[in-house]
């Protein structure tokens, strides 16, 4: 193929991404309002657009938009006893979702030989970066 039917997306280092999912994983379980939540995870989705993902993009879109949905319209006008059984698993599931944003675009757009790469340059030991490769 002579590269005209390739498309141009961005592209992170490994180490990048992984930083960035620690970045999610610190946003995602402090307390901040539900407002740097939404922007936080708008961004992520922004983000794995540009590399490429949309179809990804679109169905996490749509799950922490039903999440958001769920929360705060349907369990506060709903049974009592229907929020107070999935309150707790929904807000979880929503926090979780910049975690799973980033992971959905480690796995997606990141080879396992260019993570194990990255992972070597930090020095990281080997014993270590076996594990994490193959999860």
Known sequence: MNGEGKKHTLRFDPRTELLLLVL???????????????????FLLLLIVACGCQK???????AFGICLALQYYVFPN???????????????AR??????IVGT???QKTPVRELMVALRKWHIPQGLIIPL???
């Open 105 to 107: 675009m480690v796995l």
């Open 78 to 92: 709903g049974p009592k006893i229907l929020a107070s059984s999935f309150t707790i698993i929904v807000s979880y």
């Open 133 to 135: 490769s193959v999860t």
């Open 95 to 100: 926090k979780i979702f910049p975690c799973l």
């Open 24 to 42: 999610a994983n610190i946003v995602a379980f402090t307390q901040h309002s539900v407002w740097v939540e939404i922007s936080w995870v708008v």
């Open 56 to 62: 990804s993009a679109g169905k996490l879109a749509i």
